[in-house]
């Protein structure tokens, strides 16, 4: 957990720093005192958060164990609530954002009563005027959330070498 804090409180630095270099970087004609001192004195300030972070990072993950039956049941047991903004984008062509957005809400609450939001979604008549049975099962998938992400991971983890 302070490991996490850390990279947080970095997080939290990190803007107002780049904002610094950013006002800093106004090119005067022959330019003027103020600028490139205000980047000397910021510079590192924002490159050892940075540094840090990964630091930090790098020690959390270390040691990281992932259980994929554990990660399962923490989604299972969310009922498709993950999957929400999905469902909205996948809606909001057929009845649009705002009305999407009330389906989805509507489908959100009724899992408080047990039933997944897939389930509550292929309940509601205007969803099925919208969604086939297969698009409203698709969307009960975290694993379609991940998209491309298994390639990003093989592509970073190939750019390390052997």
Do not use: Y
Not at 48 to 53: D, H, S, W
Not at 54 to 73: F, K, Q, S, T, Y
Not at 97 to 126: F, I, N, Q, S, W
């Amino acid at each position: 957990p302070v490991r996490c804090m850390q990279i947080r409180a970095a997080h939290a630095r990190a803007p107002q720093l780049a904002a610094t270099l950013i006002g800093a970087s106004v090119h005067e004609h022959e330019r003027a005192v103020g600028g490139w001192q205000a980047e000397w004195a910021t510079a590192p300030d924002l490159l050892a958060l940075a540094g840090g972070a990964a630091a930090h990072a790098a020690a959390i993950l270390e040691g990281l164990v992932v259980d994929p039956a554990r990660m399962r049941a923490n989604l299972d047991a969310l009922r498709g609530l993950p999957m929400s903004e999905a469902a909205v984008a996948a809606l909001a062509p057929h009845m649009g954002r705002d009305g999407a957005h009330a389906c989805v809400e509507k489908a959100a609450l009724a899992t408080a009563g047990g039933a997944t939001l897939a389930e509550a979604l292929a309940a509601d008549a205007a969803v099925r005027a919208a969604l086939s049975d297969r698009d409203i099962a698709a969307l009960a998938r975290p694993e379609a959330a991940l998209a491309a992400a298994g390639a990003f991971v093989d592509a970073a983890l190939a750019s390390l070498g052997p």
